[in-house]
């Protein structure tokens, strides 16, 4: 892992010069989880190289989402809005939080890809069969992922996290974000404001096209250089609470900068069933560290996320001191 060499602080609460925490998925297992977990722990956030999910598959899934989103908005539109899922064009969520993004929300649910495939593509069939390789390829890379921090934390049922995302019944989804050129930009936009991811866990691959940031402890913001060979992995808020507070869900941001090429970023965000009951793990709770959050469905944490605001503190509500 590469962590910090002397930060150089240029202003506007900006860090450059931080290396994000960087796991080798190559490299001997018990180095790979101590890895994983002090990440978590320390930002809540880490980039995987060598992670298996095939090339092509992500070659694939990125074509697709051109192609979309070099349609004309009125073709777009007709996939939209995104209530919940489709395609959206700056609003976020049902709050009025705005970004400068166009966005397609999809539920990984293959019946619901299927359905939503009509309006996305002309030839539905091939894009709900690119959707599906891509959703299962990301989400063995996640499962693959908790299983590696469940043993780390002597978690005794060794798949307590990644069952959780691996139900069929998940409520797991996929988000297609394009973030359009702007050339003539003065200032940096927000392209997606600050905010923590609700699920459990969070994958998101970019185009060489920078503008993800991530927020240390400190307050201070981190440029995440753009890296398409390697995929960003967020704590979400459910894996918080699972761990007791002992993983942070990483704030993050994209800002649009003023480059030649859009930048486009997929992501896989891991959750559990609406069903499922979202509790700190006993292994978690000690009389060193009391139990933080009492127990949620995951329904009821998503109902909460939905009537906030973007930037708002969701964990927080659920705490029992
Ligand atoms: C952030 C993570 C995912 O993109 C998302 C977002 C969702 C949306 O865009 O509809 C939310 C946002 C996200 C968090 C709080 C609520 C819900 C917008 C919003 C204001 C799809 C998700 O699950 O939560």
Redesign the pocket.
Known sequence: MVVVASPTIIGGGICFGVHVPVVDLSRKRSQVRELIVKACEEYGFFKVVNHGVPRDIIAKMEKEGLNFFHRSSLEKQKAGP?K?FGY?SKN????G?MGEVE?L?LHTNPLSVSQASKAISSDSSNFSSVVNDYVEAVRDLACEILDLMGEELRVPDKSAFSSLIRDVDSDS?I?L?HYPSARDLKDHQVG?GE?????IL?LLRSNEVGGLQILLKDGMWVPVPPDPSSFCVNV?DALQVLTNGRFVSVRHRAMRSNTKKSRMSL?Y?G?PPLHAWISPVPEMVTAERPRLYRPFTWAEF?ET??S???G?S?VDIFRTH
Do not use: E, M, W
Request: no cysteine; net charge positive; charged share 20%.
């Open positions: 995104a919940p959206g976020i969520g049902f709050n939080d966005y929300l989804l988000r974000n997606f905010h923590s991811d609700p699920q969070t979400g992501v965000f959750a998503k996320a939905y906030l605001r973007l708002d969701r």
